[in-house]
């Protein structure tokens, strides 16, 4: 079972990586308003771009585009430069859902060191021997267009998710009343913020 869960996650990295690592068609949007169409990388926060996939690659990042958009058949990616804190550089975003509020999404790989407890792994003056293992995690962020920085809101069971989503949203009474009796439940961050944009926000 460990063995599987180890599989999967590193598939998930290899997806992902490789969804960042080659030419998509984009469109990347300057400071200023202007865009231009070509294809297009994630790679390191910064965006590689080419006009056509022949042409040579130039690097862009957050002192010249605003956003890259990733566009294909049946599917638009959005990633926007946002500045996290006050400290950081602005970093590439997945821009979720628009509207009065943004949900943004970032995507990282940790890397957690644990005991091995197994008997067979206590050996030569019972030292624990222990294995490093790969976890892909998703951070969420929600952002007003009026504010300055997200605020990034911890999803589990065993997060602070309902503190900061019940004070992020504290101005929409309704909703606060479907989160505290779990009508709304951690995994639903989408449809907390849909809910939002839709139901309280636009009334």
């Known amino acids: 079972m460990k ?12 997806l992902s990586t490789s969804i960042y690592a080659q030419d998509r068609e984009c469109i990347i949007f300057f400071h200023e308003g202007d865009s231009i169409e070509g ?3 994630i790679k390191n926060n910064k965006v590689k771009f080419k006009i056509t996939p022949d042409s040579k690659a130039d690097s862009w990042d957050f002192e010249t585009i605003s956003k890259i958009k ?13 500045k996290i804190n006050s400290s950081d550089k602005p970093k590439l975003l ?15 790989l940790q890397y957690f060191t644990m005991p091995d407890l197994k008997p067979t792994a206590i050996a030569k003056g019972g030292v624990r021997y222990s294995e490093t ?23 589990g069971i065993l997060s602070n998710w309902k503190k900061t989503a ?19 439940n951690s995994i639903q ?11 309280c926000y636009e009334q």
């Open 166 to 184: 019940t004070n992020y949203f504290s101005d929409c009474d309704i909703l606060i009343r479907k989160i505290k009796d779990k009508t709304f």
């Open 70 to 82: 990733f566009v294909g058949l049946d599917f638009v990616e959005t990633y926007e430069y946002v």
């Open 39 to 41: 294809v297009g990388q």
């Open 189 to 199: 961050i989408k449809e907390i913020v849909e809910y939002y944009n839709y139901i």
């Open 3 to 14: 063995q599987t869960i180890k599989s999967l996650l590193i598939f998930l990295l290899f």
């Open 94 to 108: 997945e821009l979720v859902l628009d509207g009065e509020v943004h949900l943004y999404r970032m995507t990282k």
């Open 133 to 155: 293992t790969e976890q892909f995690t998703e951070l969420y962020y929600l952002k007003r267009k009026k504010e300055q920085y997200p605020t990034y809101i911890n999803l």
